[in-house]
T-cell receptor, first 111, second 114 residues
């Protein structure tokens, strides 16, 4: 069955620290890949997406992600986090149509 | 049109009652999706429509759940004979294009079954 695994359930960082959140998926065919973010009290928002082409994609607010096909991974990175990045982050894959989400990673950034 | 809207935002009901939620997608989007999210988990796919056609339903969706999208505009999700296990956030999303592309989410309807 198709699945998405996010390795970190809760990450705590200080401001200016670098961030990397892991995401692995299980699906043999072509997929579209996404990272969504949910800030406290807000709805899910798209952070970045990968459909094809350059495996290094840039999103909003300085986030980027790298698609490594051989590892079935799509890790999220940010060189220097801010307190305002405190949120829950969800990796998702779409083989077509529906999204299959990971369980999410809660990021807490200490000022 | 500023985004996907959902009503009501909160619903408290007693076990055994029926509830109905509404979702209004972004106006030019032809695909509409329903997801369910429980605490500490990612959203879980329930069903989706392309225009008025329901293209896929999750095997996890019991017969008590039904969704419609008349005329390919707004959609309703009904849960009959609610159970405490139905307590969750019900999310709606919409997207444009036949391949789905990125989905835009509404604020959700939080259901509490007592």
């Amino acid at each position: 069955a198709q699945s998405v695994s996010q390795h970190n359930h809760h990450v705590i960082l200080s401001e200016a620290a670098s961030l990397e959140l892991g995401c692995n998926y299980s699906y043999g065919g072509t997929v579209n890949l996404f990272w969504y973010v949910q800030y406290p009290g807000q709805h899910l928002q798209l952070l970045l997406k990968y459909f094809s082409g350059d495996p290094l994609v840039k999103g909003i607010k300085g986030f980027e992600a790298e698609f490594i096909k051989s590892k079935f991974s799509f890790n999220l990175r940010k060189p220097s986090v801010q307190w305002s990045d405190t949120a829950e982050y969800f990796c998702a894959v779409s083989p077509g149509g529906k999204l299959i989400f990971g369980q999410g990673t809660e990021l807490s950034v200490k000022p | 049109d500023t985004g996907v809207s959902q009503n009501p935002r909160h619903k408290i009901t007693k076990r055994g009652q029926n509830v109905t939620f509404r979702c209004d997608p972004i106006s030019e989007h032809n695909r509409l999706y329903w997801y369910r999210q429980t605490l500490g988990q990612g959203p879980e796919f329930l069903t989706y429509f392309q225009n008025e056609a329901q293209l896929e339903k999750s095997r996890l969706l019991s017969d008590r759940f039904s969704a419609e999208r008349p005329k390919g505009s707004f959609s309703t999700l009904e849960i009959q004979r609610t159970e405490q296990g139905d307590s969750a956030m019900y999310l709606c999303a919409s997207s444009a294009g036949d391949r789905g592309y990125e989905q835009y989410f509404g604020p959700g309807t939080r259901l509490t079954v007592t």
